[in-house]
Structures are given as structure tokens and as C-alpha cells.
């Protein structure tokens, strides 16, 4: 397969930007809780490391990939997204219809400092650097894994790397400016949209590597996506109502 057009290579940028910024919405708030509960100082020792860290995870693995056969590259990949995809889109469903929690930055923040407040307070506090390290190495992770499964699968390694620092940047000023209100973030909607275009690439990158050649080429990835949005609007248009009866007569 040839490049990928520009309507592919936004589509990428999108599905990337919006991974990554939800992951890294979760980061800010655990090392936020750090810094202004046990101060600054270890809570940016740990970004850093775990920055480091993830550097290392990127110079490993990345240039492993150009190794394999695009054919097979593309199945895995396919697969992997297909797996995390569906993960994302069936929670961000059962959250749209009522039968899981929304994810509350708040709460996971007064959970972070409850947590923190309870352990004795030092120049160099451990606890704290392993809080903010595990946090950044953890989401950022989830981040490596999809700026490199989806921008290598796509011959555009260095577009899902900027998105992802376009994402980074654009959430840590976020953060800076409004830490505390990062429950603002509508970040189930992001995640519904994240799910349903890593089902879109996955279900395509595996048609790819089996042989098979989409009618349209890289306009399918936008019909998958169409598609996989349509049958997301039915299922919470038809399972919303009814829950909401149960809940009602219960």
C-alpha cells in the first residue's frame, strides 16, 4: 500500500492526538496530586525518569518494527488495535448508557492525596516520586504503544509521533492553567472516538495483511469508521431507554 492520502494521514493525527490526550490527562492529575501534596520537586524527579525510561522503551522497540514484514506488521498491528480499540468503545459505551462509572479526574485526584497525605513528609519524598514515576511511565506507555503500532503500520511514524507531542504540549499547558478542573475534560467522548477509529484501523490493517484490497483504498478507513459510529449511535440509542426503565422500577 502506498502512503496514506491526506484524508488518512488526518485521520491519524486525530486518532493519535486524542489517545494520547486522554492518557495524558490521566498523567497530569497523578502528578499534579504529587506536586501540590508533597511538593514540585518529587513529583518532576519521577516525570523525568519515567520519561527517560519511555525514551529508552521507544529507542528499543521502534526501529525492531522496520524489521518485520509489512504484511505480517499489519496483521499484529491490526490485531493489537483491534483488542485496545474495543476495550475503549465498549467502556465508553457502558458509561454513555449509565452501566459504568464516568471517569472523575476529581476523585481520582482526592484519592491521590488521601493516599499521599498519609505517608511523612521529606526534601526527597519516595513515595511521591514512584506516584508521579508509575503514573507518567504507565499512561505514557499506552501512548508509546500507539504512536509506534499506528505510525509504523502507516509509514508515518514521524505524523503520530507529532500528534502525540502536539497532545503532551497542548494538555501540560492545559493542566498548568486549569489544574483542577480536569474533570471538564469530556474525556468519555474522547475515548468513544479513539475506540471506534482503532476498530476502524484494526479491522483495515488486518484486510491488509491478508491480501485483501478495500474498495476505495484508504477511504475504507473512513466507511469503517462511518460504520462502526453508526452501529455505536444504535446500540446506545437502543440500550439507553431501557436501562433507564430498570433503573426507574428498581
Given at each position: 500500500?502506498?502512503?496514506?492520502?491526506?484524508?488518512?494521514?488526518?485521520?491519524?493525527?486525530?486518532?493519535?492526538?486524542?489517545?494520547?490526550?486522554?492518557?495524558?490527562?490521566?498523567a497530569?492529575?497523578i502528578?499534579?496530586?504529587?506536586?501540590?501534596?508533597?511538593?514540585?520537586?518529587?513529583?518532576?524527579?519521577?516525570?523525568?525518569?519515567?520519561?527517560?525510561?519511555?525514551?529508552?522503551?521507544?529507542?528499543?522497540?521502534?526501529?525492531?518494527?522496520?524489521?518485520?514484514?509489512?504484511?505480517?506488521?499489519?496483521?499484529?498491528?491490526?490485531?493489537?488495535?483491534?483488542i485496545?480499540?474495543?476495550?475503549?468503545?465498549?467502556?465508553?459505551?457502558?458509561?454513555?448508557?449509565?452501566?459504568?462509572?464516568?471517569?472523575?479526574?476529581?476523585?481520582?485526584?482526592?484519592?491521590?492525596?488521601?493516599?499521599?497525605?498519609?505517608?511523612?513528609?521529606?526534601?526527597r519524598?519516595?513515595?511521591?516520586?514512584?506516584?508521579?514515576?508509575?503514573?507518567?511511565?504507565?499512561?505514557?506507555?499506552?501512548?508509546?504503544?500507539?504512536?509506534?503500532?499506528?505510525?509504523?503500520?502507516?509509514?508515518?511514524?514521524?505524523?503520530?509521533?507529532?500528534?502525540?507531542?502536539?497532545?503532551?504540549?497542548?494538555?501540560?499547558?492545559?493542566?498548568?492553567?486549569?489544574?483542577?478542573?480536569?474533570?471538564?475534560?469530556?474525556?468519555?467522548?474522547?475515548?468513544?472516538v479513539?475506540?471506534?477509529?482503532?476498530?476502524?484501523?484494526?479491522?483495515?490493517?488486518?484486510?491488509?495483511?491478508?491480501?485483501?484490497?478495500?474498495?476505495?483504498?484508504?477511504?475504507?478507513?473512513?466507511?469503517?469508521?462511518?460504520?462502526?459510529?453508526?452501529?455505536?449511535?444504535?446500540?446506545?440509542?437502543s440500550?439507553?431507554?431501557?436501562?433507564?426503565?430498570?433503573?426507574?422500577?428498581?
Open positions: 500500500m502506498s502512503a496514506l492520502s491526506t484524508s488518512g494521514v488526518i485521520a491519524l493525527f486525530v486518532t493519535v492526538f486524542l489517545a494520547s490526550a486522554v492518557e495524558m490527562v490521566e497530569l492529575t502528578v499534579v496530586a504529587v506536586g501540590a501534596t508533597k511538593g514540585w520537586r518529587s513529583a518532576f524527579e519521577g516525570v523525568a525518569v519515567a520519561l527517560l525510561a519511555l525514551a529508552a522503551l521507544v529507542a528499543v522497540f521502534g526501529p525492531a518494527l522496520s524489521r518485520i514484514p509489512m504484511s505480517s506488521l499489519r496483521i499484529v498491528v491490526g490485531t493489537v488495535l483491534l485496545f480499540g474495543m476495550q475503549w468503545w465498549r467502556k465508553a459505551i457502558l458509561r454513555s448508557i449509565g452501566l459504568k462509572a464516568k471517569h472523575d479526574e476529581d476523585a481520582i485526584y482526592a484519592e491521590m492525596v488521601e493516599e499521599l497525605q498519609q505517608s511523612p513528609a521529606s526534601t519524598d519516595a513515595a511521591a516520586f514512584m506516584m508521579a514515576f508509575k503514573g507518567v511511565f504507565l499512561e505514557g506507555v499506552e501512548v508509546v504503544v500507539t504512536v509506534i503500532t499506528l505510525g509504523s503500520s502507516a509509514h508515518r511514524l514521524g505524523v503520530a509521533a507529532t500528534a502525540a507531542g502536539t497532545a503532551v504540549v497542548l494538555v501540560a499547558i492545559v493542566g498548568l492553567i486549569v489544574a483542577r478542573q480536569l474533570s471538564n475534560v469530556p474525556e468519555n467522548a474522547m475515548k468513544m479513539v475506540g471506534i477509529m482503532m476498530v476502524a484501523y484494526g479491522t483495515f490493517w488486518i484486510g491488509e495483511g491478508i491480501g485483501l484490497r478495500w474498495p476505495g483504498k484508504d477511504l475504507a478507513l473512513l466507511a469503517f469508521t462511518l460504520i462502526y459510529g453508526f452501529l455505536t449511535w444504535v446500540v446506545v440509542l440500550l439507553t431507554p431501557r436501562e433507564r426503565s430498570v433503573a426507574v422500577a428498581s
